[in-house]
C-alpha cells in the first residue's frame, strides 16, 4: 500500500484560490441584489443540458430585449415564464429571482477547511525536522 503525502503549500494555495473565489461570488450576488431593484417577466428562449438543465433567458425593457444564463441548474425545463430582476440603469445587469446567482458560501467553507489542512500538514512537518 502506498501512503501519500500532502503537500500543504499547494492545499494551502487551493484553499486561497477557492476563497477569493467563494468571496468574488458572494460579492457578485450582493451586488446584484442591491442594484437590480426592477422586476419584469422573462422567456425561456431556450434550454440545455450542461451539468444540469440551464436555460437562456430573454426579457425586454423599454423596447430593448436582453438576455442572460440562468448559470444554474434549473428544477423544471417546462418552465416557460421567469421573474427576472434588472438593475433600471443596466438592464444588462439581470438574474432570475428564480434562480439567483450562487452565494458563495460553500467555496467558502471548503477553502476554510483545505485552509486547516495545509497548515496542520505544514506545522507537522516543521515539527517533524
Not at 446567482?101 to 477553502?111: C, N, Q, T, V, Y
Amino acid at each position: 500500500m502506498v501512503k501519500r503525502k500532502i503537500n500543504g503549500a499547494a492545499v494551502l494555495v487551493l484553499a486561497f484560490v477557492l476563497m477569493f473565489s467563494g468571496i468574488y461570488n458572494a460579492h457578485e450576488r450582493w451586488r446584484l441584489r442591491r442594484d437590480c431593484t426592477e422586476t419584469t417577466w422573462g422567456e425561456v428562449a431556450s434550454a440545455r443540458y450542461h451539468s444540469g438543465w440551464r436555460a437562456d433567458v430573454r426579457f425586454s425593457v423599454s423596447g430593448m430585449v436582453y438576455g442572460f444564463d440562468t448559470g444554474t441548474s434549473i428544477r423544471r425545463i417546462d418552465e416557460e415564464n421567469l421573474i427576472v430582476r434588472y438593475n433600471p440603469n443596466d438592464p444588462h445587469d439581470c438574474y432570475s429571482q428564480d434562480y439567483p446567482p450562487p452565494s458563495g458560501l460553500l467555496k467558502i467553507f471548503i477553502a476554510a477547511v483545505f485552509a486547516v489542512m495545509g497548515v496542520l500538514e505544514i506545522r507537522k512537518k516543521t515539527t517533524q525536522e
